[in-house]
């Protein structure tokens, strides 16, 4: 039993026929990538970024949608330069599984998977609050259930054909939000329907609420960082994760300029910070059927397409966690016919459902943001490790994360940023989500952390490849 996890925590040897027949198919190029961030990402641009305004003000929003645009930049730069380098794909995981070990490897595998399952769930709860914005009668619980064993259905029939609907999907939501824009007569002094300056309450909280606002700005770009885990199918990893990921946060950036833009100059600052659907509720402001019909469609495309590619990360998240014998390997069996992890799709359902059927929509965000800010800070950690395992010029980089090490330290001081500012409204939430995470972490101590070999685990791999880089 100890030899059988023991082999499994060595995740595969480089250079074994499994993976040549793997790596002999990369097809992906930086387009294939954009699509991968922003596919999933796009939702946050239709909920959950206003509660920055509830935070800190108008202003704080905007702010914040410019720093952690700077965060995530760095994210990026620093996840391809790594991700360029490991001997297989699954991003901030393979780098914790072979620059910090296996006890952080399983905590931010853990992490990514509750991240993307809050997400989930969250997508649901706007998508049943918008049927119920027509018809209170309808049944959200029932719409809550019948979504998600929806999309897992697509999920466990395979993650090719569901992620290119769900490229498609996005578009035509990114659509509806340009739609919305020109509906506003933005470009018309006289004719405009933007009162930014009228609506605008600027930072009635001071610099403590700018604070406090920044963490929920992670929203407009939560998953981007992401696209790292496209590495290992990628034509040319070096250029196409870093080229991809930027070309996301830009992409994200516009979008995230516009949301605020519109949704500021057409309600107040107390409308907005409490909606559940910013930019539907925006799109009623304009007085158009039309444009308000085409974002309620917009806002549950994006939903229903972040939903869904969530139910692939968090699988493919937990099978990683499975595939290296950190938890129980019936998780990392595939589907003998469609090759999806369908047990971890299975097992994650009832999680993300039980968190949607709470409504508490702050909440779930809340959990989901934590998380992913835990990973974002490891991240910097592991890029200092990294350069310091193996400095410029001993391996081959197909990718260099530039301004080393003022770049992960200016990335770490925008995620402490982030952190403190959700604690300073929901400081109870984050202790839980600590305490979740350190018994979660008992448990692997106690019961896994046995069956795997440290040595092989954490270093093999990587120096195998490393020489193979070098050479």
């Known amino acids: 039993m100890e030899e059988k996890f023991a082999a499994a925590g060595r995740g595969g040897e480089v250079g074994s026929v499994a993976d040549a027949e793997h790596k002999s198919h990369k097809t992906l190029g930086p387009v294939h990538v954009w699509a991968l ?3 999933i990402v796009l939702v946050g641009e239709f909920m959950g970024w206003n509660l920055t305004i509830r935070q800190g003000g108008t202003m704080s929003a905007l702010i914040g949608l410019f720093l952690m645009s700077l965060m995530y930049m760095g994210q990026v730069m620093m996840v391809s330069e790594m991700a360029t380098v490991m001997p297989e794909a699954g991003g901030q995981y393979t780098m914790a599984k072979y620059l910090l070990g296996p006890l952080a490897a399983f905590n931010v595998g853990l992490m990514a998977v509750l991240e993307y399952a809050m997400l989930e769930a969250g997508d649901v709860i706007v998508v049943g609050q918008l049927l119920n914005s027509l018809d209170p009668g309808i049944n959200v619980i029932a719409f809550t259930l019948l979504s998600l064993l929806g999309l897992a259905w697509i999920n466990y029939h395979g993650a090719h054909s569901s992620l290119t609907i769900n490229f498609f999907i996005t578009a035509a939501a990114f659509a509806t ?3 919305l824009l020109f509906s506003t007569k933005f470009f018309s002094p006289s004719g405009s329907l933007l009162k930014l300056s009228e609506y605008s309450n600027g930072l009635p909280y001071g610099p403590l609420g700018l604070i406090a606002a920044i963490g929920y700005s992670c929203w407009f770009f939560l998953g981007i960082e992401g ?9 040319s990893a070096g250029r196409s994760v870093p080229l991809g990921g930027m070309l996301g946060i830009a992409t994200l950036l ?3 300029t516009i949301t605020w833009l519109v949704s500021s100059g057409l309600m107040t600052p107390e409308t907005l910070g409490d909606s559940v659907y910013p930019l539907y509720d925006a799109a009623k402001m304009t007085g158009s059927k039309f444009v308000t019909a085409a974002l309620f469609a917009g806002s549950i495309l994006a939903c229903l397409a ?3 590619g969530c139910i692939n990360d968090s699988a493919e998240a937990w099978s990683a966690l499975s595939r290296d014998g950190l938890i129980p390997n019936i998780f990392a069996k595939k589907h003998p016919k469609f090759g999806s992890h369908y047990i971890s799709i ?3 359902l009832p999680i993300s459902l039980g968190f949607a059927m709470t409504g508490l929509l702050d909440q779930v965000v809340t959990f989901s943001i934590f998380s ?3 990973i974002y800070l490891l991240t910097c950690i592991m890029m200092f490790r990294f350069r310091k395992m193996y400095p410029l010029g001993t391996i081959k980089r197909t990718f260099t994360a530039p301004l080393f090490p003022i ?5 770490l001081i925008i995620v402490i940023l982030g952190i403190f500012g959700l604690h300073l409204n929901y400081g109870i939430n984050l202790i839980a989500c600590t305490l979740f995470y350190f018994l979660a972490s008992v448990w692997f101590l106690v019961r896994r952390y046995k069956y795997v070999d440290k040595e092989t685990f954490m270093k093999a791999g990587l120096d195998k490849f490393s020489r193979e880089m070098g050479e």
């Open 37 to 39: 961030g922003v596919g």
């Open 346 to 348: 299975i097992f994650l």
């Open 306 to 308: 972040s939903a869904n």
């Open 407 to 411: 770049l992960p330290i200016v990335t």
């Open 227 to 235: 696209t790292a885990m496209a590495a290992d199918e990628c034509r």
């Open 177 to 179: 939000v340009i739609l």
């Open 254 to 256: 516009t979008g995230g």
């Open 372 to 374: 992913a800010l835990i």
